[in-house]
């Protein structure tokens, strides 16, 4: 069964950074893309980008670009969002999920990972 | 790019039938298929229902339709249950600098 697995709380000082991974399994990683999407605590839902699972090609939403990387590691089917530059208003639950070429849409997500920003 | 525009919320009845609507425009909703929907319960990650504006993923309730007409996408939960209480979000594909943007959220009570 498709699992995205992604790793724990953060808590972080404004102007740091944080790297959220994401473990995909029971699915061909190089066939689909590991999209971003937080979530502001009480808000609605964010895209932030995706990146492809088959040759580490990026798309990233311009609010974020100059501060965010995404990459991959297909030896460990892993994926990673780094955001830099924190600030307070960037606390949020972050969510990696699939996304299929063969749908465009997000069919599986991860268990979020809570990245608080507090100095 | 803004949000999609969603309606706060939405009520209704065990058995009854609700409409969410998702209103965009020329450069998301109405120039693309690429239309999804999210339902998502409380503390829980979201949840694909409907997928290319009128698809459900398989073992998706039958209840959930998508459509699309111009720039508005709609959702319909029909036979209302307890369980279809939660947030819901369309999405669409944009030719905007986001490449792809949520709806404001609706949150069905039953």
């Known amino acids: 069964q498709v699992q995205l697995t992604q790793s724990g709380a953060e808590v972080k000082e404004p102007g740091a950074s944080v790297k959220v991974s994401c473990k995909a399994s029971g699915y061909s990683f190089t066939t689909s893309a590991v999209a971003w999407v937080r979530q502001a605590p009480g808000q609605g839902l964010e895209w932030m980008g995706w990146?492809?699972?088959?040759?580490?090609?990026?798309n990233y939403a311009q609010k974020f670009r100059g501060r965010i990387t995404m990459t991959t590691d297909t030896s460990t089917t892993t994926a990673y969002m780094e955001l830099g530059s924190l600030r307070s208003d960037d606390t949020a639950m972050y969510f990696c999920?699939?996304?299929?070429?063969?749908?465009?849409?997000?069919?599986?997500w991860g268990q979020g990972t809570l990245v608080t920003v507090s100095s | 790019q803004s949000a999609l525009t969603q309606p706060a919320s939405v009520s209704g009845s065990p058995g009854q039938s609700i409409t969410i609507a998702c209103t965009g425009a020329?450069?998301?909703?109405?120039?693309?298929?690429?239309v999804s929907w999210y339902q998502q319960h409380p503390g829980k990650a979201p949840k694909l229902i409907i997928y290319?504006?009128?698809n459900r993923p398989s073992g998706v309730s039958n209840r959930l339709s998508g459509s699309k007409s111009g720039n508005t996408a709609s959702l319909t939960i029909s036979g209302l249950q307890a369980e279809d209480e939660a947030d819901y979000y369309c999405s669409s594909y944009t030719t905007t600098s986001t490449l792809e943007v949520f709806g404001t959220g609706t949150r069905v009570t039953v």
């Open positions: 290319g504006v009128s």
């Open positions: 020329m450069s998301d909703v109405h120039g693309y298929n690429y």
């Open positions: 999920a699939r996304r299929t070429y063969m749908i465009d849409a997000a069919d599986y």
């Open positions: 990146v492809s699972g088959y040759n580490g090609n990026t």
